[in-house]
């Protein structure tokens, strides 16, 4: 997932500012050209999701809940503790500001010479050739793989832990179970909402529950940071295990800012797709930035160093905020999950590279 990232930033790197200007001018000049069919503005490849079709303030909202996910409980052990507070919030700080202007760059490459680039790797192979392109479609699959395996981990984690809240004993259901239920609920999902259009009915609610376990956890954290006297800050381990930790986090920090798909996001915009993409992404960077940044950072504040890499596991609040935060983390996984997988039809859905 870090390699995917990277690539990204170093891509986008070498050719924004010598194409993002064409990519401008293309897209104004084909505003006002018609296809043969009549229909569309761009030379654009053939697909299974829907094109052209979604408002800016749709992408917007989904990138907010996409990213605001139940990967947020594990993100102050991930992200702050193997920083500390100097690092760790300049870390969140600079990598946010640098992965926000990577992907404002990238969204203006979705045009160039009136081809619509909806795939990352077809804008790798047209920009740098044929072994990118497959270099490309490598590192996203792999991604997404490594991305969903998460998801149903933190899935089955959130269902067992709903589990011993009203196991009167030491039940032996073990978290394997919950892993399977996870993937059942995952497939039912995908199997009826099969296109990242089709979500806009389900955003309303997913908004709502990431509101609300974002919410209880909140209050929860500032009452337990308030309660915690003895809080100890420092970024323990020898030299090596420092090392090795700081750069999970910058890792970590960097995965939770990008997807690594958004020439697929943008694909479904409706014209004009840079400016619109643009403005989701402006929605993404600061309303959701601001929620799973706050998390991140109040985790740390509220636990220090021996913060939990699940926070729900160390919260003190009583038994039905604790069951709520993992209801609702997992009902929102559901959504949340479907906008990474939900992308994997661009993979089979036209013919690689010739």
Known sequence: MKCACVRECVCISLIAYEMAASSLDAEAAAA??????GSGSYTTAATAHQIDTDS????????????????????SNLMMAPLGWGWGIACLLFIGAASWYANWLLAGLHVIDGQRFIRYRDLMGFVFGR??????????????????MGFILLGGRALKAIHAEFSSSHSPARLQWFIAATGFVYFAFAYFVPTISAMRNWLATSAALTVAYDVALIVILIKDGKSNKQKDYNVHGTQAEKVFGAFGAIAAIL?????????????????????????ALLLQY???????????VAGYWAYGAAVSEYLPDQLSGPSWATVLINATAFLQSIVSQHVHISYTTFFSSSPLMA
């Open 32 to 37: 006002g050209q018609q296809d043969k069919a």
């Open 56 to 75: 800016w303030q749709q992408v917007g909202v989904l990138l907010v809940v996409g990213f605001n996910c139940a990967y947020v409980l594990s993100f």
């Open 131 to 148: 072994k990118m392109y497959y270099i490309t479609w490598f590192l996203q699959f792999i991604t997404l793989i490594l991305g969903n």
């Open 255 to 279: 995965v939770c800012n990008t997807s690594g798909l958004l020439p697929e996001i943008q694909s479904t915009l409706r014209k004009p797709v840079v400016s619109n993409m643009r403005r």
């Open 286 to 296: 600061t309303a959701g930035a601001a929620v799973y940044y706050g998390i991140s």
